[in-house]
T-cell receptor, first 110, second 112 residues
């Protein structure tokens, strides 16, 4: 399986600190996507990075992709309590197949 | 507003009683998919559809059926629900390959 695996499973930080989550996968991909989920709600797309890209930014989010190591990281800078959520990576290799990892639970303490 | 609408939000049923979870999207997306989410297992794909009348199995299709008679609708059918189908279900859609998914709000199903 090429399932992405997030690390750590859970992360607790103080408001204002940066949060870094990692995702590793097993096979070649076309793109990797990060999603956010607030407690039991639907996932919301955050950012998509293609296999020929190494880094992407969106607001306070920074995503990197290292295809040689088959890994990606999501950095949230200057975290806020509202960033408390679960974060999932999803990898896409063949057409129409997005495979999700089991997620990182982030708690940002006020 | 672009959205994926699932109903119901919560459903409690008994073993063997057929049920349908509806899903509708207003973005004219060709691709739609159903996932289930269980603690520690992430999201697992049940079925997906690439267009009207085109459906295919995902990773965990046993015990489920789907249909795609119209582009906007993609219902999930449990003909004889069992307790191991107790889960949080999500419908999602996207415009094409290599694009982002739009998710519904989820359906929390409990099968007693």
């Amino acid at each position: 399986s090429q399932q992405g695996e997030e690390d750590p499973q859970a992360l607790s930080i103080q408001e204002g600190e940066n949060a870094t989550m990692n995702c590793s996968y097993k096979t070649s991909i076309n793109n990797l996507q990060w999603y956010r989920q607030n407690s039991g709600r639907g996932l919301v797309h955050l950012i998509l990075i293609r296999s020929n890209e190494r880094e992407k930014h969106s607001g306070r989010l920074r995503v990197t992709l290292d295809t040689s190591k088959k890994s990606s990281s999501l950095l949230i800078t200057a975290s806020r309590a509202a960033d408390t959520a679960s974060y999932f990576c999803a990898t896409e290799a063949s057409s129409y197949k997005l495979i999700f990892g089991s997620g990182t639970r982030l708690l940002v303490r006020p | 507003e672009a959205q994926v609408t699932q109903n119901p939000r919560y459903l409690i049923t008994v073993t063997g009683k057929k049920l349908t979870v509806t899903c509708s999207q207003n973005m004219n997306h060709e691709y739609m998919s159903w996932y289930r989410q269980d603690p520690g297992l992430g999201l697992r794909q049940i079925y997906y559809s690439m267009n009207v009348e085109v459906t295919d199995k995902g990773d965990v299709p046993e015990g489920y059926k789907v249909s795609r008679k119209e582009k906007r609708n993609f219902p999930l059918i449990l003909e004889s629900p069992s307790p191991n189908q107790t889960s949080l279900y999500f419908c999602a859609s996207r415009g094409g390959v290599k694009e982002k998914l739009f998710f519904g709000s989820g359906t929390q199903l409990s099968v007693l």
